[in-house]
Every structure is written in structure tokens, then in C-alpha cells.
């Protein structure tokens, strides 16, 4: 098992809102409110402050643009969660077409 270096993590929570919001030429109050509004959802810190990782960090990016094409947050977050969902499902015919494979090979 490879053991992936902290820095290199994109999914460790390293970066506050400021700094998200500097690093994206937003508003600190945008990057809040996806938050609040459970579009993007950062981890927190032990004192309770967001903590925002690579990963996220592209999701507001994205959340972003979108909003900037005149999307609202709440069509934004339906977006996103067809997309997981999407995802699982994509996930889960790969692994009955896996499985189906394996037992035509066993014939």
C-alpha cells in the first residue's frame, strides 16, 4: 500500500475560507454560503473553523462558474447530486459487467 504524502493529499482540508476566496477572486461570504447552503461542504477544524482541501476547492471553482452563468445555488447543488449519483451508478454496472465477465470466463 502506497502511503500518500500530506502535502500531496488533495483531500486533506488545509485551507481556510479567506484563503479559498483569495486564491478564487470571490467573496469569503460566497465561499460561507455554499456551505450554509450544503453545496459545498468542508471539513472543519477542531475549533470548528471550515477547512477547505484541493478537492473542495475545485468544487467551488466549478460552483463559481456556474453561479456566474446565472445558475442558482439551489439548481447548482441538484447538479451536483445527480453527479454522484450518476457516478455510483456508473460504478455499479462496471462492477456487474465485471462480475458477468468473470462468470463467462468460468464457462
Known amino acids: 500500500m502506497t502511503l500518500v504524502h500530506p502535502l500531496d493529499d488533495e483531500h486533506a482540508p488545509r485551507f481556510a475560507v ?8 470571490v467573496q469569503p461570504a460566497f465561499v460561507r454560503r455554499l456551505d450554509a447552503e450544503r453545496v459545498v461542504q468542508p ?3 477542531a475549533g470548528g473553523q471550515r477547512r477547505y ?6 468544487r ?3 460552483v463559481a462558474a456556474m453561479a456566474d452563468a446565472g445558475m442558482t445555488l439551489v439548481g447548482i447543488r441538484r447538479i451536483l447530486e445527480l453527479e454522484r449519483e450518476l457516478d455510483d451508478v456508473r460504478a455499479q454496472l462496471d462492477d456487474a459487467q465485471t462480475r458477468l465477465r468473470r462468470k463467462e470466463d468460468r464457462r
Open 43 to 45: 471539513a472543519r477544524s
Open 60 to 62: 467551488v471553482r466549478r
Open 53 to 58: 482541501s484541493r478537492v473542495d476547492i475545485d
Open 18 to 25: 479567506g484563503q479559498v476566496a483569495e486564491l478564487l477572486d
